[in-house]
């Protein structure tokens, strides 16, 4: 079946640096890379969503690249602040299969 | 828009009894939804998936008879957890996708324990 990677699992940043997290999948049919923030004991917030024929989004301070030959997809956060401290999760999507495939997650700190 | 209810939001009940969650997508028509468990520090696990009026799919390891789904219109899918026991406590989190194909809205989820 679908594997989907997330690295690292946990990040620990200096307000004010950057953050990059990388998701590593294996159906080169997905067609849909969903980033997510889920808060403790909260539902996922999707943040970013990038197609398969574009490269790269940016939206503010978040930005995701896509490399499909590669398989991976990576979210990019800048000037980070305390209150991005969560957990991400990137979520292919399949549409063989149908269905949304959830990454190992990250928890990220950031300190303030 | 695109919004995704779950009821109830928390919920114990004892061993060897049976629960039920309801989705409910609030202002569109969910053609499938999915269902998924989570665990404390863990990431969301897909159950199954169910689109209207047809039979659940359900993912390898998840036994059935034991999480019923019934999706019975657009608005809403019931997951019943039969007989449950205390291993079933979880986090359960349903999502629905719509017109836009793609993107998956959240239900808020039901923390289940079972004692």
């Known amino acids: 079946g679908e594997n989907v990677e997330q690295h690292p699992s946990t990040l620990s940043v200096q307000e004010g640096d950057s953050a990059v997290i990388k998701c590593t999948y294996s159906?080169?049919?997905?067609?849909?890379f969903p980033w997510y923030k889920q808060e403790l004991g909260k539902r996922p917030q999707l943040i970013i969503d990038?197609?398969?024929?574009?490269g790269e989004k940016k939206d503010q301070r978040i930005a995701v690249t896509l490399n499909k030959t590669a398989k991976h997809f990576s979210l990019h956060i800048t000037e980070t602040q305390p209150e991005d401290s969560a957990v991400y999760f990137c979520?292919?999507?399949?549409?063989?299969?149908?269905?949304?495939?959830f990454g190992t997650g990250t928890r990220l700190k950031v300190l303030a | 828009g695109a919004v995704v209810s779950q009821h109830p939001s928390w919920v114990i009940c004892k061993s060897g009894t049976s629960v039920k969650i309801e989705c409910r997508s609030l202002?569109?028509?969910?053609?499938?939804m999915f269902w998924y468990r989570q665990f404390p520090k863990q990431s969301l696990m897909l159950m199954a998936t169910?689109?209207?009026?047809?039979?659940?799919?359900?993912e390898q390891g998840v036994e059935k008879d034991k999480f019923l789904i019934n999706h019975a219109s657009l608005t809403l899918s019931t997951l019943t957890v039969t007989s449950a026991h205390p291993e079933d406590s979880s986090f359960y989190i349903c999502?629905?996708?719509?017109?836009?194909?793609?993107?998956?809205?959240f239900g808020p989820g039901t923390r289940l324990t079972v004692t």
């Open positions: 999502s629905a996708t719509g017109g836009n194909r793609y993107e998956q809205y």
């Open positions: 159906d080169s049919a997905s067609n849909y």
């Open positions: 990038i197609r398969s024929n574009v």
């Open positions: 979520a292919p999507f399949a549409p063989g299969t149908y269905k949304y495939i």
């Open positions: 202002d569109f028509q969910a053609t499938t």
């Open positions: 169910s689109n209207e009026g047809s039979k659940a799919t359900y």
